[in-house]
C-alpha cells in the first residue's frame, strides 16, 4: 500500500498526520498482539520515554538485542543517520516465519513475519540510540527482502507488516520511504528481511 501525501490532499483538508492515522488504522490484520510480549526484554538497556509508554500502551516488549551471525556490524552511525544491517523476525511460538510466500505462508503470514522483523529492527535502534528511541527524529527508509515464489507477486502487502508498526508506535516519524522486493531464497530460510536508516536528533 503505497500512501501518497502531497500538497493537493492538503488542500482538500486532509493532514498530514490525519493520513499517517488511516495508515495506521486502516491496515487490516496488521495489530500488534499482546503475543508481542512473550519476547524476553532487554534488560540491559533501561528506558522511559514516550516511545517505550507506545510500545507498551501496544503491549510490545521488544526483543534482546541480536548481534550478528558473521563479520559485519549490527549498524552504523555517520552523522545523524543510523543504518541498522538486514535481520529477519523475532521468534515467536505458535508462528511460521519460514519458508516462500506464496508456497508455505500466506500473504497474512509474510505480514505477520514482517512485523515481528520490524521488532528486531526496534530492537537494534535501541541499542544504536542508547536505549532511548526519543533520539529517533524520522524513520527514512525500510528495504525489505521477501522469500518469493516465482509467481508470487504480493510484497508490498508483506511489507506492510513493517511499515504498518513503525506507524503505530511513531506515528507520523515513523512514516518512511520503502522497497519490496521478491527473492528466491533468504538466509536460513527466513520468510522476511529487512534493513532500515533513520535520522537521529541533534
Known amino acids: 500500500?503505497?500512501?501518497?501525501?502531497?500538497?493537493?490532499?492538503?488542500?482538500?483538508?486532509?493532514?498530514?498526520?490525519?493520513?499517517v492515522q488511516i495508515v495506521a488504522l486502516g491496515t487490516a490484520g496488521l495489530a500488534v498482539s499482546a503475543g508481542c510480549a512473550?519476547?524476553?526484554?532487554?534488560?540491559?538497556?533501561?528506558?522511559?520515554?514516550?516511545?517505550?509508554?507506545?510500545?507498551?500502551?501496544?503491549?510490545?516488549?521488544?526483543?534482546?538485542?541480536?548481534?550478528p551471525v558473521a563479520t559485519y556490524a549490527s549498524y552504523r552511525i555517520v552523522g545523524d543517520m543510523v543504518y541498522i544491517s538486514g535481520i529477519g523476525p523475532a521468534p515467536i511460538e505458535g508462528h511460521r516465519l519460514l519458508g516462500k510466500l506464496g508456497v508455505d505462508l500466506s500473504v497474512e503470514e509474510g505480514a505477520f513475519a514482517?512485523?515481528?522483523?520490524?521488532?528486531?529492527?526496534l530492537?537494534?535502534?535501541?541499542a544504536a540510540?542508547?536505549?532511548?528511541l526519543d533520539r529517533i527524529k524520522q524513520w527514512v527508509r525500510l528495504t525489505g527482502y521477501?522469500?518469493?515464489?516465482?509467481?508470487?507477486?504480493?510484497?508490498?502487502?508483506?511489507?506492510?507488516?513493517?511499515?504498518?508498526?513503525?506507524?503505530k508506535v511513531f506515528g507520523e516519524k515513523g512514516l518512511h520511504a520503502r522497497a519490496a522486493l521478491g527473492m528466491n531464497a533468504l538466509p536460513f530460510n527466513i520468510a522476511v528481511e529487512i534493513e532500515a536508516s533513520f535520522q537521529l536528533r541533534s
Open 1 to 19: 500500500m503505497h500512501t501518497r501525501i502531497d500538497k493537493t490532499r492538503q488542500d482538500e483538508g486532509v493532514s498530514r498526520r490525519a493520513l
Open 38 to 67: 512473550q519476547a524476553q526484554e532487554n534488560s540491559d538497556i533501561s528506558t522511559s520515554g514516550m516511545i517505550d509508554k507506545r510500545l507498551a500502551e501496544l503491549g510490545i516488549t521488544l526483543p534482546v538485542f541480536a548481534p
Open 114 to 121: 514482517a512485523e515481528r522483523t520490524a521488532l528486531n529492527i
Open 123 to 126: 530492537s537494534q535502534a535501541r
Open 129 to 132: 540510540c542508547d536505549g532511548n
Open 146 to 167: 521477501v522469500n518469493s515464489a516465482p509467481d508470487f507477486t504480493q510484497q508490498p502487502q508483506v511489507m506492510n507488516g513493517a511499515s504498518a508498526l513503525l506507524v
